[in-house]
């Protein structure tokens, strides 16, 4: 069983950074590929990083040279690092788990319950 639990949300200015965490409690962790997805007001959710077992990873092209994916499998957890932050990075993120497919939403099983980043201008 997976259970996925992000922290590291909060209120930033305009070009901070911020470091978002999700620790998986399962056991086969290094078995998923790990993603990150984002909904902000009013709009649907979409893909943002994923990171492969093998630690391939994909970017939306709005955050690419912006944020990085990447995994700590000795701890379970993945990680969002997210620098030169603007409004239109506001949204909650959430991290989820697959086995299969690949950057779409309902390729995921596992989801995390969200957790909010807010960026003021």
């Known amino acids: 069983q997976v259970l996925l639990v992000e922290s590291g949300g909060g209120l930033v200015q305009a070009g901070g950074s911020l470091r978002l965490s999700c620790a998986d409690s399962g056991r086969t962790f290094s078995a998923y590929r790990m993603a990150w997805f984002r909904r902000a007001p009013g709009k649907e959710r979409e893909f943002v990083a994923l990171?492969?077992?093998?630690?391939?990873?994909d970017y939306a092209g709005s955050v690419k040279g912006r944020f990085t994916i990447s995994r700590d499998k000795t701890k379970n957890t993945v990680f969002l690092q997210m620098n030169s932050l603007t409004s239109e990075d506001t949204a909650v993120y959430y991290c989820?788990?697959?086995?299969?497919?690949?950057?779409?939403?309902?390729?995921?099983?596992?989801w995390g319950q969200g957790t909010q980043v807010t960026v003021s201008s």
């Open positions: 990171i492969s077992p093998g630690n391939n990873t």
């Open positions: 989820a788990a697959s086995l299969g497919g690949w950057n779409i939403v309902s390729d995921y099983n596992y």
